[in-house]
């Protein structure tokens, strides 16, 4: 059965963002504080980290991928005296927690997003890459994370074992992660 519940997104987010180890680095953002400085002119660079599968169904409204970003705009960034707010964003902010510790190595300002399950909630519409309409469909990676808001259909990776082997493509440090995830919770 799907969670629909905001509180239990939140504190979803809050635990998975925490396990990255960003927190003390990379403070979480609140998608609701998110959308209101979007709101009102703020210059926010989004990134979405999560693999092309999961971008394909949904990302949040101006977002650029993590490879664009890299090619593109950080080498710009890098260039400016205050750099933009940089916030990545994931799932839940497992992920971007991870990338956003790499992106304050850069002396960027960055902060970790909420993720795309609290932005159903809090943020103004997802949209397809390849469109310019909103649309009420999310990949929350996995059925653990499935809490989006009412209304939004939810795609998720059908085996785990799948969607860790390619987490391990990608994720030099996800062994040590994920030990740290399971052993903190003993």
């Known amino acids: 059965m799907t969670n629909r519940s905001r509180a239990d997104a939140a504190a979803a987010a809050r635990q998975f963002a925490g396990q990255s180890g960003a927190e003390g680095v990379a403070p979480l953002?609140?998608?609701a504080e998110l959308r209101q400085?979007?709101?009102?002119?703020?210059e926010i660079v989004l990134v979405d980290v999560r693999c092309a599968e999961e971008q394909q169904v949904s990302m949040m409204p101006g977002a650029v991928t993590k490879e664009h970003f890299e090619s593109q705009v950080l080498p710009k960034l890098r260039q400016e005296p205050k750099g933009r707010l940089v916030v990545p964003y994931c799932t839940a902010g497992?992920?971007?927690g991870i990338y956003a510790k790499?992106?304050?190595k850069y002396g960027l300002n960055v902060r970790n997003g909420e993720g795309v399950v609290m932005w159903t909630f809090d943020g103004n519409g997802l949209v397809r890459p390849s469109e310019t309409s909103l649309v009420k469909e999310v990949h929350v990676f996995g059925k653990p994370w499935d809490m989006a808001a009412e209304g939004y259909s939810?795609?998720?990776f059908s085996h785990v074992g799948g969607a860790l082997r390619?987490?391990?493509?990608k994720c030099d440090c996800l062994d040590s992660c994920l030990l740290g995830c399971f052993t903190s919770r003993a």
């Open 29 to 31: 953002l609140p998608s």
């Open 37 to 42: 400085r979007l709101e009102k002119g703020e």
């Open 94 to 96: 497992f992920r971007s």
């Open 102 to 104: 790499e992106l304050v």
């Open 154 to 156: 939810t795609v998720y």
């Open 166 to 169: 390619f987490l391990k493509q």
